[in-house]
């Protein structure tokens, strides 16, 4: 689990700690908790998007599911 991992870095640093955290998922599964939607499409292939408690919208890949 990530909770907002990225959020007080400056931008070169930010690019450093995604590709650090890419390649140490080595295929595992991340739980990333992020108001940034670039970090997380970036780094998952499911993005779930929760608003008022409920999900919002779902996207996988990129493209709504």
Same mark, same amino acid.
């Given at each position: 689990?990530?909770?907002?991992?990225?959020?007080?870095?400056?931008?070169? =640093?930010?690019?450093?700690?995604? +590709?650090?955290?890419?390649?140490e998922? @080595?295929?595992?599964a991340?739980?990333l908790?992020s108001?940034?939607?670039?970090? =997380?499409s970036?780094?998952?292939d +499911?993005i779930?998007?929760v608003?008022? @408690?409920?999900?919002?919208s779902?996207?996988?890949?990129?493209a709504?599911?």
């Amino acid at each position: 689990i990530a909770d907002e991992p990225f959020s007080a870095l400056a931008a070169s =640093a930010r690019e450093t700690a995604r +590709r650090a955290l890419q390649d140490e998922l @080595g295929g595992r599964a991340l739980l990333l908790v992020s108001h940034a939607e670039e970090d =997380a499409s970036l780094l998952c292939d +499911r993005i779930v998007r929760v608003e008022d @408690g409920s999900i919002a919208s779902t996207k996988r890949d990129g493209a709504p599911s």
